[in-house]
């Protein structure tokens, strides 16, 4: 794990402190999650740590909620309701394979992984259920009936899912600038059809 150490340059807010360990559990799985080396990443003393959180645990549970609202709720109004279902999804898909392009790919990777502790669990299951919905309301949009829009979204999340798991472990199996480019229209197409035609 890299040690990216941030110079200091003002107070920390828990915010600062809930990214840091986003990172953590990125790169090395909530085990990464501990003050001290957190405290060296960002330049400052375990002080600084207890003026935010009581412990560990609620340093998860923050970092779980900043991880809820950064990579679902911001990329769903950065996704906005202008243009079409279709053209939502496509900027879905762009905002998605680029950050599982990322060298250190999206974070819910790292979560799926220890989603046997609880709070993980229940942020993953929350997310999940979040973004599934958010898909089939696109679907749905589009023109598909209710059941077919639920199963058009568990392809199109699962395949999101497999997609970041190559991207991490296997990146020379997914292609790559136009290529890729390609790739997710091609999987578009395939997800969009036999719905509502869209130019």
Do not use: N
């Amino acid at each position: 794990m890299a040690d990216r150490k941030r110079p200091r340059t003002s107070r920390l807010s828990a915010r600062d402190w809930a990214d840091a360990a986003l990172d953590a559990i990125r790169d090395g799985g909530l085990a990464a999650v501990a003050v001290e080396p957190l405290a060296a990443r960002l330049g400052t003393t375990k002080g600084s740590f207890y003026w935010h959180f009581s412990g560990r645990d609620a340093l998860v549970t923050a970092a779980l909620e900043r991880w809820e609202e950064r990579e679902t709720e911001a990329v769903i109004l950065e996704i906005g309701e202008a243009g079409t279902p279709g053209e939502r999804l496509r900027r879905l898909f762009r905002i998605t394979t680029a950050a599982a392009a990322r060298e250190s790919g999206p974070i819910e990777l790292a979560l799926l992984a220890d989603a046997g502790h609880p709070a993980v669990a229940a942020a993953v299951r929350r997310v999940t259920g979040r973004r599934i919905a958010y898909l089939v309301d696109l679907f749905a949009e589009h023109g598909c009936p209710p059941a077919e829009a639920r199963q058009r979204a568990l392809l199109a999340y699962t395949g999101y899912l497999g997609h970041a798991q190559l991207a991490r472990s296997v990146p020379g199996a997914l292609p790559r600038d136009e290529e890729a480019a390609d790739y997710v229209e091609s999987v578009l197409r395939a997800l969009l059809s036999g719905g509502r035609r869209e130019p």
